[in-house]
């Protein structure tokens, strides 16, 4: 008998008579689980991926997310509006730190000009976005992936505002990481996006085999001078100082601006730096496309994914493939910028379901645009998490 | 005696008889008589005419949005949390009335900056449309019979709101001491340098000085505030510790009987330890080898109303936290009745515990009524029907819950030979 066993038996009269009448329980498990939500897990991991500050402002869902940044980050600012978070967080950015906030839609609303702001200045910050069900104040506790198209336009202009998504308590840990060490590589804000019911509802969870997370290196500008800010090298990346430090003059601008700060309105130059901010985003892509590919060989259909709705597209391929239904599942990772490699999978699908918690299918959009493509449905709804039912019901359709 | 500059050569790019361009000398006058490095300081400036000066300065030069300088002033020096460094924002009145929170702010928490407001008491840039600060009876292209009420009094807000040093001055000729006294005092400081815009100021009032202006609005000319900082804001670092701690793990020692995934709803009102006794519960699950998930459910007032926990159990990994329809219900209040009456409708098998107090549920479910709160109260019925539950079905062990509910914090008040009276 499992040592385990004996000890339970010992320790349960229940299970002594469950023995007795020789009915042996179904399964032992001996596996540690701890019952944690998902923002306990993205919290620790942005810490130990380096992020050092956290500022924040409180909002339903992402509350949890303030109350655990109280407890680990080495630094920890209550801010009085969502705008000064940001604004806030450019100044920590600018002075070499690496700053995150947690809010969800309405809050994210009145951040939109910093984040553009700060996109503009290349500041590295993560901007946590667990979304709830809106429009407007909506419903604060109510969870939805209504927030995809409003980051896909934030920028203005339609640049990519570089955004991962967590598809689960495993990605709480990887993504979350990926997302500080995104935001320092591009120098570029990142919005981390998540929602309600992955922040706060909580799962035994099995953390012992999670890998251990290196802080990212800060590399600063090194070279002889003179520093220009925004110059760079065939990366597009422009290697960054902070304005703590006395060896070079550092020019920050939320204008367009040439390579050394300076405002300049449409002087090639400058026009040239705006349009550097999408082409190093695009080359680097393939270095932050997170998604998982699922292949059932054979498989005519494609469960798309992304988000909390990832966890009912799980639960479902596993229903269909144990009742003999062949189907590949895509769960998207990194949703902007769209990586080409998503349209390549689909291609090699006749039908491909996307599966999301809103109304109008904003993935599906981002794909697709309005015209769609032959085979393409998606599986909505919103107030309440789209069911693993609800989605073998579209494949066997 | 060399100085050293912060302002490079070339001349300033400002209109003709703008005060912006005495602002900026004085101010460069002002870092000089500190004997600062140009890079231990940063020039923050907002939206408006004077904030095309940072291209002059040789400082460090960061130029933000609209309104937004001084909170983003404020991120920086708390970024940098070193004395030696002096952050310098200069706004515009403009920016000082979008940005007017962010300025109360910065005064209330003594960030430790220094803002010159540059009050031509309008908006130049965009045509000259009057600002809050525009003073009663001032003119400008869009209000050609002048404001019909007075500006802001910012040196009287600031000085309210906790700033270390807050002083009001007309712009022209030497002010540079000034500015290095508002540059010099730790914490938050403020001066407000009145100026008339040449280009739609004087035109717009033709003949009209700027001392009589200040005057006549009732603006006093003055220090308004010069003291050490009281209490200032502090972002000392913590000594934070990993949020996985081993104390939250549990290590399973009975075990189950569960061949498949169960849903359970326990249903109650705020108050009623709804969600420790799902807490509990789950914890106990686990202990008992099995996965489970917990997701609660109340109104945006937490305090009052429904309290609603959805436990979920499997012997597999979960990886859907959804429960859509419950195989279990316990209702222990009639605000838990009340939300859980879709559910309890929508359930064709299962069970359904039913404080014994409350009004008739529909259900498909075998229905079974507990007299929850007459055996325990209102406080402990949710833990109660809970037990009840795993008496009667025996999921895993009720020992498992016993262990759980003694061994958690908080819980002694919870009487556990209460618990184990079933007789419905």
Not at chain 1, 89 to 113: D, K, N, Q, R, Y
Not at chain 1, 160 to 175: G, R
Not at chain 2, 29 to 39: E, I, K, N, S, V
């Amino acid at each position: 008998m499992h040592r385990h066993l004996a000890v339970a038996i010992q320790q349960s009269q229940w299970l002594q008579r469950t023995v007795a009448k020789n009915q042996m329980p179904f399964k032992v498990s001996t596996v540690p689980k701890a019952l944690t939500d998902g923002s306990r897990l993205i919290t620790e991991s942005c810490v130990r991926a380096g992020a050092d500050v956290f500022i924040g402002y409180p909002i339903t869902p992402a509350n949890l997310l303030y109350l655990y940044a109280s407890k680990r980050y080495p630094r920890m600012l209550a801010a009085p509006d969502e705008i000064t978070t940001l604004q806030w967080m450019a100044g920590f950015s600018a002075t070499g730190h690496i700053p995150v906030t947690a809010t969800s839609f309405p809050g994210f609303a009145l951040m939109v000009e910093s984040i553009n702001m700060a996109f503009m200045m290349e500041l590295p910050m993560v901007i946590i976005l667990a979304q709830r069900l809106g429009p407007a104040t909506g419903s604060a506790t109510c969870g939805s992936q209504g927030d995809l198209s409003v980051i896909a336009g934030t920028l203005s202009g339609g640049f990519p505002l570089p955004t991962l998504c967590i598809s689960n308590f495993d990605d709480c840990w990887n993504i979350s990481a990926e997302a500080v060490k995104l935001a320092v590589r591009m120098r570029s804000p990142v919005v981390l996006l998540t929602s309600k019911e992955m922040v706060m509802t909580r799962s035994s969870y099995d953390w012992s085999g999670l890998p251990e997370i290196e802080p990212i290196q800060r590399r600063f500008y090194e070279g002889a001078g003179p520093y220009e800010p925004y110059s760079t090298g065939p990366d597009l990346i422009p290697e960054f100082l902070p304005v703590s430090q006395n060896s070079y003059q550092v020019r920050l601008t939320a204008s367009t601006h040439d390579r050394n700060g300076i405002i300049q309105n449409v002087l090639p130059e400058a026009i040239d730096n705006t349009k550097r901010l999408e082409s190093k985003l695009v080359k680097h892509l393939p270095g932050y496309t997170f998604f998982d590919f699922d292949e059932d060989k054979g498989a005519g259909t494609l469960i798309v994914s992304y988000g909390i709705t990832s966890l009912a597209s799980r639960d479902a391929v596993q229903e269909l493939r144990k009742s003999g239904k062949k189907v590949s599942l895509l769960v998207a990772k990194t949703l902007l910028p769209v990586p080409g490699d998503y349209l390549d999978i689909c291609d090699r699908y006749e039908r491909v379901v996307v599966a999301e918690e809103n109304l109008t299918g904003q993935l599906r959009h981002l794909l697709y645009g309005t015209r769609g493509r032959a085979g393409l449905t998606g599986i909505n709804g919103i107030s309440k998490m789209i069911t693993p039912a609800e989605i073998v019901a579209e494949v066997e359709r | 005696m060399t100085v050293t500059p912060f302002i490079r050569d070339g001349g300033l790019p400002f209109c003709k008889g703008c005060g912006h361009s005495h602002v900026a000398i004085n101010t460069e006058r002002a870092l000089a008589q500190l004997g600062l490095d140009p890079l231990d300081v940063v020039l923050v400036t907002d939206i408006g005419c004077h904030g095309i000066v940072d291209k002059s300065f040789l400082t460090h030069t960061v130029h933000g949005l609209h309104g937004r300088a001084v909170a983003l002033a404020g991120g920086i020096s708390a970024g940098l949390d070193d004395p030696k460094k002096k952050v310098v924002v200069f706004i515009g009145d403009g920016g000082a009335t979008i940005g007017m929170q962010h300025l109360m702010g910065a005064a209330h928490r003594g960030l430790d900056i220094t803002v010159i407001v540059h009050n031509n008491m309008l908006y130049g840039m965009t045509g000259g449309q009057p600002s809050d600060f525009t003073p009663c009876g001032f003119k400008t292209p869009t209000v050609p019979d002048g404001k019909s009420h007075p500006g802001y009094d910012i040196c009287n807000q600031i000085a309210a709101a906790g700033a270390s040093y807050v002083q009001r001055l007309l712009g022209v000729g030497n002010f540079s001491d000034d500015i290095a006294n508002a540059i010099a005092t730790k914490g938050f400081s403020l001066v407000e340098v009145m100026e008339i815009c040449p280009s739609h100021g004087v035109k717009s009032n033709p003949g009209m000085k700027l001392k009589k202006v200040v005057e006549e609005s009732g603006l006093e000319v003055k220090v308004f505030r010069s003291e050490p900082p009281g209490a200032l804001a502090t972002f000392s670092a913590s000594q934070p510790k990993s949020l996985l701690s081993e104390s939250m793990v549990t290590h399973p020692i009975y075990t189950h009987s569960l061949r498949d995934r169960i849903s359970i709803m326990v249903a109650g009102s705020a108050g009623g330890g709804v969600q420790s006794a799902a807490d509990w519960f789950a914890r106990a699950a686990i202990l008992s080898g099995l996965d489970a998930t917990l997701r609660g459910a109340y109104p945006v007032t937490v305090g009052v109303g429904f309290s609603v926990a959805q436990i979920n159990l499997s012997p597999e990994p979960i990886l859907y936290t959804g429960s859509p329809t419950p195989d279990v219900l316990i209702v222990t209040s009639q605000d838990g009745a009340n939300y859980a009456r879709p559910f309890a409708a929508r359930m064709s098998a299962g069970l359904c515990l039913l404080d014994a107090d409350l009004e008739e549920l529909q259900t498909g479910a075998e229905l079974v009524r507990v007299p929850m709160s007459s055996r325990v109260g209102t406080r402990d019925n949710a833990v109660y029907g809970l037990m009840w539950y795993l008496n009667k079905m025996a999921p895993f062990p009720i020992e498992a819950m016993m262990n759980v509910v003694t061994q958690a914090s908080g819980s002694r008040r919870v009487k556990l030979e209460k618990m184990m009276q079933f007789e419905e």
